[in-house]
């Protein structure tokens, strides 16, 4: 007789993985999941801005059941197969002439290494300039670039060498004096000064850039800030290395977060809603760039997995065909409109800020300070609610809302209903 055992998550995961919420999860679909005991919960969390298609999209799903069923691990030193090259076709369809080709990994951290490795050996430079407040994952070059909490990276070290950081133009909380709209010329000028103090610019193999703040608190950079960050790569033969694992595949409302600031990147990292789940991510970058990482100097054993990379062209091709940018955009403006109309009711949100359907509330006290306590309030009165939701920021100040691109509008209204419910039970 087979035993029944008991699964206590406690027992069995280790506490390094903390988990945000109680569910335990059985199935999900579209913006929803349902746990072991038949409780359907809001996922307004997308698995970290993963499910960018939904749950478990149809069409994503056959794709894979269809895949494996032909052949699983296709190993991309070994074989070509035409999922890859197809995923590869359809992304780069997507993208800027300069992007187009493109080596898959298997997860954020990795295309960061990969990304960063080919920054190296495409201008045989050593240093690697990144910004404050940034998340790129946790392997050890990753969490070297990663500033967002110093949990990330404490305790860890020694680190890389020759990882320099610039502050980010965080202006909701610029230190700097003058009206915001030149703060990002301040915030230049502290990358810029680093090339006076710290390192020679020739030195200098990439800028590495989320192309909007992540982790580190859902932060939207000024568009002449990117730009002159752009024209600084041009003038010292420094790559620009753009990090679009979360705002990348249509979450902000258009494909890739940098088409909302006028520039291309050299090389761009892509993961997390590139294949709706499947443990897939890729450094794109132009064929000269590419050519100069020789056979063997970098790889990995799943890199291009067949099965992943049938869910990632089932997933562009989604994300096309139900026009899932535009609706990103539509619902971002009916959820920011919303937010706003809260925010105006209830000054412990200080501020509202986005693109598209990567949208945040950051959290203030009295005197203007972070709120985390608020933040951690309305989390679990939304939960409550059977909404979930994650926080960012440094000090987990601000509350993430990140709906699959599938939502509708009558979910975006009454998740508005839930949480003015709860930012007034505060
Ligand atoms: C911008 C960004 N880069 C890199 C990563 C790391 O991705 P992964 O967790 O898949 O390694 C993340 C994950 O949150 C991210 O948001």
């Known amino acids: 007789m ?3 055992i008991r699964l206590v998550p406690e027992d069995l995961i280790p506490r390094v993985v903390g988990r945000y919420s109680p569910v335990v999860v059985d199935r999900g679909e579209g913006i929803y999941v349902w746990d072991i005991d038949g409780n359907r919960w809001t996922d307004f969390t997308s698995g970290i801005a993963v499910t960018n298609t939904g749950h ?8 894979i059941q269809e895949q494996a069923g032909k052949i699983i691990h296709a190993q991309a030193n070994i074989f070509a197969h035409e999922p890859m090259m197809r995923a590869a076709v359809e992304l780069t369809s997507t993208l800027p002439a300069n992007l187009n080709q493109v080596f898959f990994t298997n997860s954020g951290a990795e295309a960061i290494e990969g990304a960063l490795k080919l920054a190296k050996i495409a201008t045989g430079r050593p240093a690697v300039i990144a910004f404050r407040g940034a ?3 946790r392997t050890h070059a990753a969490m070297t670039v990663t500033t967002s909490r110093a949990k990330v990276r404490g305790h860890y070290e020694p680190l890389l060498p020759s990882v320099y950081h610039a502050p980010y133009p965080y202006v909701f909380r610029s230190p700097y004096k003058g009206p915001p ?9 502290e990358l810029k000064q680093l090339f006076d103090t710290t390192v020679m610019p020739d030195d200098v193999a990439a800028i590495l850039m989320e192309t909007v703040l992540g982790e580190g608190g859902y932060i939207v950079p000024p568009a002449r800030w990117v730009q002159n960050v752009r024209r600084l790569c041009d003038e010292h033969g420094i790559l620009l290395i753009m990090d679009e694992i979360q ?7 258009k494909m890739w977060g940098f088409e909302h600031f006028g520039v291309t990147p050299d090389i761009m990292t892509v993961a997390k809603g590139i294949a709706s789940g499947m443990p897939v991510s890729a450094v794109v970058s132009d064929r000269a760039i590419m050519d100069k990482w020789a056979p063997g100097s970098h790889g990995g054993t ?4 067949a099965v992943g990379t049938a869910a990632a062209l089932a997933t562009l091709q989604v994300i096309e065909d139900e026009g899932l940018v535009d609706n990103a955009a539509r619902m971002g403006r009916i959820l920011m409109d919303g937010l706003r109309d809260i925010q105006a009711d209830h000054p412990v949100i200080g501020d509202v800020r986005g693109l598209g359907l990567m949208v945040a509330t950051e959290f203030v006290t009295e005197d203007g300070g972070p709120n985390a306590a608020a933040a951690a309030k309305v989390i679990a009165s939304c939960m409550e609610q059977r909404v979930l939701l994650l926080t960012c920021g440094t000090y987990d100040q601000a509350i993430r809302i990140i709906p699959p691109l599938t939502v509708n509008e009558a979910q975006i209204v009454e998740f508005l209903a839930v949480y003015r419910r709860a930012v007034a039970a505060i």
Do not use: I, K, W
Request: hydrophobic share 30%.
């Open 2 to 4: 087979v035993q029944e």
């Open 56 to 63: 478990c999209h149809p069409r994503v799903v056959q794709a």
């Open 135 to 137: 998340f790129h994952g």
């Open 181 to 189: 709209e030149d703060a990002d010329l301040h915030y230049f000028a």
């Open 247 to 253: 705002s990348g595949m249509g979450r902000t409302g």
């Open 302 to 305: 799943y890199g291009g997995n």
